[in-house]
C-alpha cells in the first residue's frame, strides 16, 4: 500500500487517525503504522480501507491513479 495515498485520503475526508482506525477496526497505532510505512496491511484491511476512504484497493496500492 502506498503510505501517502492512505494518508492524503484520509486528510481529504476530514479524518483523524482515530477516526479512521474507529472505522475499519483498527487501533490509531496501527494506522500510523501503515501510514509510515512500518507496517503493511492484509488485503481485508486494504479492503476495509478503501471502504472507509470511498476509493478503491487497487488507488492505495498505486496500481490506478483514479480513487
Known sequence: MQKERLKAR???LG?????????VGLTPQAV??????VRHATGDVIAALADVLKCSAD?????????
Open 10 to 12: 484520509r486528510e481529504a
Open 15 to 23: 479524518m483523524s487517525q482515530s477516526d479512521l482506525a474507529r472505522s
Open 32 to 37: 500510523s503504522a501503515y501510514e509510515n510505512g
Open 59 to 67: 488507488y492505495l496500492l498505486g496500481r490506478t491513479e483514479n480513487p
